[in-house]
């Protein structure tokens, strides 16, 4: 089988969304030297109430996370709600 081509990012991801790569291994290339680059991030500081940091650590603590990371996903689901 042969990967066709696409428009666009959307098309391609709907296509892929409903077929198996392996279906088309013939069509890949070896990639060599591959890097991904994270993007850098930038930290803030919070100022909460004791009560608060405790509520976050025994949420943290039941999904199996450190404080930070949940407070950051938190934040991030806030701002992805409100802006869609």
Do not use: C
Request: no cysteine; charged share 35%.
């Amino acid at each position: 089988m042969k990967v066709p081509k696409f428009k666009n990012l959307k098309e391609e991801r709907e296509f892929w969304d409903t077929h198996n790569s392996t279906d088309y291994l013939d069509d890949f290339e070896e990639a060599k030297d591959v890097v991904f680059v994270r993007p850098k991030k930038q930290v803030i500081s919070l100022r909460l109430d004791p009560n608060i940091v405790k509520k976050l650590q025994e949420l943290a603590y039941k999904e199996g996370l450190p404080p930070t990371t949940y407070a950051r996903m938190l934040i991030i689901k806030g701002i992805r709600e409100r802006t869609v």
